[in-house]
């Protein structure tokens, strides 16, 4: 049985189906909507997608063994599925939706287009879209982590797709290649700068950061901190200094500049340029001694 069969025939046991040819939808829960021809799910209500092993693991809340029982006695290999351990749980993550939804963010790209984002970025970093959220998706050492989902209206939000994986640092594999780096507070900031030449991390966590991160930068002989215009942002500009090490540290936070919590995507919307940004850091980054 291939993704689509099985995803169907466990829909209908659960809550009904009805609908013909690639899109069907269940009887009993109208965002539950099933794309037969790729084999994916998406029940927008609950926030979840995947293929079959995704479903019986967060649908049926079958254990990942049982799970895979299940599908081994319908003799099915096609899951792309694989477990991650954080917090003392297995989390299940599901590297093919990085497709999906970058395939449904084709026609949404507008959150990421306002913030200055070019398409070539948005191809490089394959951004999507998936129920009313933008979707970054978070690699380390070339492995899928998790989505950050974010989103202007009907509120602000910004959240993981999945619960309990914890902080992940963005675009850390420049770090194998690089030895000045410029660490943003965001992984849109960190876009924008590399969108510009230079080469951006970051993480979903803005400050935060996990102790292991630090022998990931150990080729950085100079690293650049650009955090948001705000207090929030120089607290934690001068912590993660601390931590990376305070004499390859230079911390500018855009107090230069008027608007409160402005930041590289604002300094580039504007029309201000790389060369006058480099300018800018020659003068006024700052060690973390020198800041008051």
Known sequence: MNNGDILSTLIEEDYGIRG????????????????????????????????PLVYLTRIRNLSFEDAKEYLRNLNYTGT????IQSKGKDVVVYPKLVDVFFDLGREKRDYFHRRGLSNDTIDRFQLGWYNDYHMIPFFEDGTFRNFQMRRDMPTKRIKGYYKDVGPLLFNSDILKIVDTVFYAEGPVDAMILSQNGLPAVSSNCGGGYKPEWYSKFLKAKLIYILFDNDSAGVKEAKRLAKFLGESRCLIYTFSDFDEDAYDPVDYFNDGNTVEGLMDILKKKAKYIYLIK
């Open 20 to 51: 013909n040819g690639r899109w069907f939808r269940s009887e009993e829960h109208s965002s539950l909507v099933l794309d037969y021809d790729k084999g994916i799910f998406f029940f927008n209500a609950e926030g979840i997608a995947g293929d």
């Open 80 to 83: 792309h599925v694989y477990t």
